[in-house]
Structure formats: C-alpha cells, structure tokens
C-alpha cells in the first residue's frame, strides 16, 4: 500500500533460471485509470508513480533467450492521504470594561484551512483575587462572563477541528472602576 504520487519501484531480481542463462525482462502495468506507466518496461526494477487512487498490477514475465516463464504479479493499492491542517484559534481583541459589567468574548474569527467545522473551549486562566467569574457557556463560540472586580482577566480559548485542538490564544480584559466626578457648582451670592 502506497500513497498516490509516492514513486513505486518493483523488483524483478529474484527471478532465476534453472540453467543459468540471463533473463530478459518484460513488465506490464494495469492501473485503476490515470496515465501511470513504467519507466523501462525491461529494466530488472522499473519504477512508477500511481496518480490516482485504486489497485494497479504489476506483472513480470522473463525470457531465457529461448522460453518464457509463466507470469507473475505483483498488486499495489495506491490510496490518496489527506493531511489535516491544525486549526487556528482567535479569542478576538483586548479589551478594557468597566467592573461589574457583562464583558462578550468572541471566537468567530477563528478558523480552519481544510474547512472542518470547530468546536470551541473557553476557560478563564486568570482573574482578580477573590473574583466569582464565570464563563456562561465554556463550549460556545461566544461566551460571557461578569467582571466582577477590578483587575485583569485572561480568556483562553481552544478551537478543534474533529482531529487536531489548535495552539491556545489568550484575551486580557482590564475591568476598572469609572468615577464619576460631579462638576462643582459656584455660589456667589
């Protein structure tokens, strides 16, 4: 079993003679479609690439000069390998709220080079000491969570695509206190 484009080389040298007299070689190929050939038909170990997939057949028959031998063959499964590209995760931009709002995180601008669709793992790997965060929904792609306290939080999110988890992208939302200052108001009187 082989991988299709892989070059395929067949070996015809343990062929023998009773008497000792050099062989011909003479190789035949029957292939699941495509335009695969040999590359010397009478070489000893002629080579081949299967360019599509499915079950080609290498024969042999050798020749003493006088007689033939019978034929022998050789099948070889050629299959097409599809290489799974890791998917890449985007936790989307920092950001900066003001404490105890609801803070939106976004993972839609994540993605997948062979189109496979994505799961998504959130999680917050970093929040204000004595904080109660919590993410709404951890495997959406656009969960929430309250910042409840002043500080930085860290969102990391993971994407998978059916095979592979991608690399771990992090988020930093900095939660602040907004104060509100009330204009002075003069009296002259």
Known sequence: TVNVGDIVTLDGSASTDGDGDPLNYNWSLSTPGGGAVLSNPNAVSPTFVPDVDGVYTATLVVTDGIDASAPDSASITAQIVVVNTPPVADAGPDQTVTTGATVPLNGSGSSDADGDALSFRWSLTAVPAGSAAALSDSLASNPSFVADLEGSYVARLIVNDG????PAESVIITS???????????NAG
């Open 163 to 166: 095979e592979v988890d991608s």
């Open 176 to 186: 602040q206190t907004v104060v509100i200052n009330t204009a002075p108001v003069a």
